[in-house]
């Protein structure tokens, strides 16, 4: 099972970054996916989550209007694509796979997003 995360960096605050989860391993069809945050020093908290079928898209409230989530069934990828960034957007980004169903989690290992001037 692996989910990769890519597309991280350093932007200027204003900016925009498209982060992509790839999946392999699993039945990526049947997992909801969500994208976990986790700045210094603090708790991972989600931030935006799309169901198995697409047809649930979901933001917690301090990204909504900035940050958009896709899913590609076919190429087992989910990108975030975020915009506006703010400095409290530093963080390390987790993609999570989860199947309610069966109660399973998975977890890439994370990538790096800085908004900085």
């Known amino acids: 099972v692996q989910l990769v995360e890519s597309g991280g960096g350093l932007v200027q605050p204003g900016g925009s970054l498209r982060l992509s989860c790839a999946a392999s391993g699993f039945t990526f069809s049947a997992y909801g996916i969500f994208w976990y945050p986790q700045p210094p020093g603090k708790v991972r908290e989600w931030v935006a989550g799309v169901t198995s079928d697409s047809r649930i898209k979901k933001y917690a409230d301090p990204v909504k209007g900035r940050f958009t989530i896709f899913r590609d069934n076919a190429k087992k990828t989910v990108d975030l694509q975020m915009n506006s960034l703010k400095p409290e957007d530093t963080a390390v980004y987790y993609c999570?796979?989860?199947?309610?169903?069966?109660?399973?989690?998975?977890w890439g290992q994370g990538i790096t997003v800085t908004v900085s001037s």
């Open positions: 999570n796979a989860y199947d309610a169903r069966r109660d399973t989690r998975f």
